[in-house]
């Protein structure tokens, strides 16, 4: 027998590349001669040819992505963390409640349900637990312990729970401020009728004057339109003037010139809902709609029947918003017509007094 055939040759085992036949697109990880691929040097091509300013948003992009991933699993774990913490603290506190039953002299019982209670913010109970476990034992210093760490972190609870009443306060209090002098003024709000962005709600000047954005709808064109910032003294016809003014271009959809300031009328929708409570309106100036009923909207029969109403331009927007039958929708709604056309007749038919 040869030497060769004696020796036992160790098996070797070759790598295989997994990056082989791979667009570099897809590499695992940058193999050695990464360089004379045909595919890498065209996209090093590629990064090479953007700007310092490119490639820094591309990072930025990337690490933002990153961090976002990394965040959401700190956050699984942190609260994974937390409900284990509070299911053990609660077991413990349940076994400590069960001993105490079936032996009512075991000390060591009240210890654990103090500690659990104490460790679940449970500070009354904790104090109980204390309180019975020292009466089996007044040598047992431990609640005294526990006692003490009750009171501090209670009193710590205390001042966070009233940081955070005083913070909803402040928080709330411009809406209430605003909600109250809509409703000293004798204005109703109801559900809007059209969906409304969060930037169209009434403000307070410094003055304490209200203003109010207006929605101009044009039912003819189904177009719209709107004044941005309405104050309550202004006239009705004041603003139409700097909306249908000389110097104003006509508006693109009306190729017949019928929307001219002579002849535009304005309408609004009597008993347009329910009005809303000072509740109600404090979420609803924040942009927090109550879900509306079967009866919150418009009702077309009865004493408070919705109807056409045209607007008298010559009032303030005050004194418009606070007609009896005006009930504003949201923001105040109004419905410009041309007189004199057909489709005054159809859209007047509908209902007006």
Not at 113 to 126: M, N, R
Request: charged share 30%; with cysteine; glycine share 6%.
């Amino acid at each position: 027998m040869s030497d060769s055939d004696s020796d036992t040759e160790p098996d070797v085992q070759i790598e295989e590349d997994s990056n082989a036949g791979l667009h570099p697109l897809f590499w695992d990880a940058i193999p050695d001669g990464a360089e004379q691929d045909p595919n890498w040097q065209a996209l090093e091509a590629l990064k090479n040819e953007s700007t310092l300013e490119e490639r820094a948003e591309n990072f930025k992009v990337q690490g933002n992505r990153k961090l976002k991933t990394g965040l959401e699993v700190n956050n699984k774990h942190i609260l994974r963390e937390a409900v284990d913490f509070y299911s053990n603290w609660r077991k413990c506190l349940e076994d400590g409640l069960i001993a105490q039953k079936l032996d009512s002299d075991n000390v060591k019982a009240y210890f654990r349900a103090a500690k659990a209670a104490l460790e679940l913010g449970q500070f009354k109970l904790c104090r109980e637990q204390c309180e019975k476990g020292q009466a089996k034992d007044s040598k047992a210093l431990q609640f005294s312990s526990i006692l003490k760490s009750a009171q501090e972190r209670e009193s710590i609870e205390l001042q966070k729970k009233t940081a955070e009443e005083l913070r909803k306060m402040a928080h709330l209090a411009p809406f209430q401020k605003l909600a109250d002098a809509i409703l000293s003024r004798g204005i109703k709000v109801c559900l809007p009728q059209v969906r409304l962005e969060d930037r169209y709600h009434p403000t307070l000047d410094e003055a304490g004057h209200l203003q109010w954005p207006v929605m101009i709808m044009y039912p003819e064109a189904m177009q719209q339109d709107s004044i941005e910032c309405f104050h309550e003294e202004d006239t009705v016809a004041a603003q139409m003037d700097e909306m249908f003014g000389p110097d104003t271009p006509p508006l693109s959809w009306d190729s017949k010139g019928e929307y001219t300031r002579d002849r535009v009328e304005l309408y609004y929708l009597s008993y347009a809902g329910r009005p809303l409570d000072r509740e109600q309106l404090i979420l609803a100036v924040q942009g927090k709609w109550p879900d509306g009923s079967a009866d919150s909207g418009p009702q077309r029969y009865g004493q408070k029947a919705a109807m056409w109403r045209q607007v008298d331009q010559q009032m303030s927007l005050l004194q418009l918003l606070t007609c009896e039958d005006y009930v504003v929708p949201g923001i105040p709604l109004l419905f410009a017509i041309a007189k004199g056309t057909e489709y005054k007749k159809r859209f007047l038919s509908q209902g007006m007094k």
